[in-house]
T-cell receptor, first 114, second 110 residues
């Protein structure tokens, strides 16, 4: 089975721009979660999508949004980028929703905002 | 804010030695999980322990959970250079989302 894939792997943007990151879950997995990882704040939960619906949301501003398609692929969008948005963005998929499920992580998208 | 804090922040040992990492958390949980991350890449799930379990083994890994102290430990026995990574605990805090700790950076020297 192919693992979780994320595109692009690396991205450089400037302040004020917007960015869209993509995540393809493991085949058959219906839940996709997104995390932001920075040296200062560590790993922080952004949101979770299950069957095209957002189930959970972390404490991030409305500039961070996401969606999930009928094939379970997910995208997250960050608008009006700030320097502090520079981070490794990780997505994880699981068969179903809930924290008892093992999450399988992708390699991440490293975003640098200049 | 993070639910868990790992201790120590960094650990250096020789191959063959055991490595112990601790995780403390703040609120009640349904389960606690441990993950490994190699050098800024994706995380790999290691083990899940439920709140009604006290100890769990998986290969060279042993995890304990003490819900009265709100703490867990991860023991890696007979460590190898390939175990060099950051290790994170994650809890659900009685919610539907995982909250990760600060991580322990483990360096295993050959």
């Amino acid at each position: 089975k192919a693992g979780v894939t994320q595109t692009p792997r690396y991205l450089i943007k400037t302040r004020g721009q917007q960015v869209t990151l993509s995540c393809s879950p493991i085949s058959g997995h219906r839940s996709v979660s997104w995390y932001q990882q920075t040296p200062g704040q560590g790993l922080q939960f952004l949101f979770e999508y299950f069957s095209e619906t957002q189930r959970n949301k972390g404490n991030f501003p409305g500039r961070f949004s996401g969606r999930q398609f009928s094939n379970s692929r997910s995208e997250m969008n960050v608008s009006t980028l700030e320097l502090g948005d520079s981070a490794l963005y990780l997505c994880a998929s699981s068969r179903t929703s809930g924290t008892m499920e093992t999450q399988y992580f992708g390699p991440g998208t490293r975003l640098l905002v200049l | 804010s993070q639910q868990g804090e790992e201790d120590p922040q960094a650990l250096s040992i020789q191959e063959g030695e055991n490595a112990t990492m601790n995780c403390s958390y703040k609120t009640s949980i349904n389960n606690l999980q441990w993950y490994r991350q190699n050098s800024g890449r994706g995380l790999v799930h290691l083990i899940l322990i439920r709140s009604n379990e006290r100890e769990k083994h998986s290969g060279r890994l042993r995890v304990t959970l003490d819900t009265s102290k709100k703490s867990s430990s991860l023991l890696i026995t007979a460590s190898r250079a390939a175990d060099t990574a950051s290790y994170f605990c994650a809890t659900d805090g009685y919610t539907d989302k995982l909250i990760f700790g600060t991580g322990t950076r483990l360096q295993v020297f050959p």
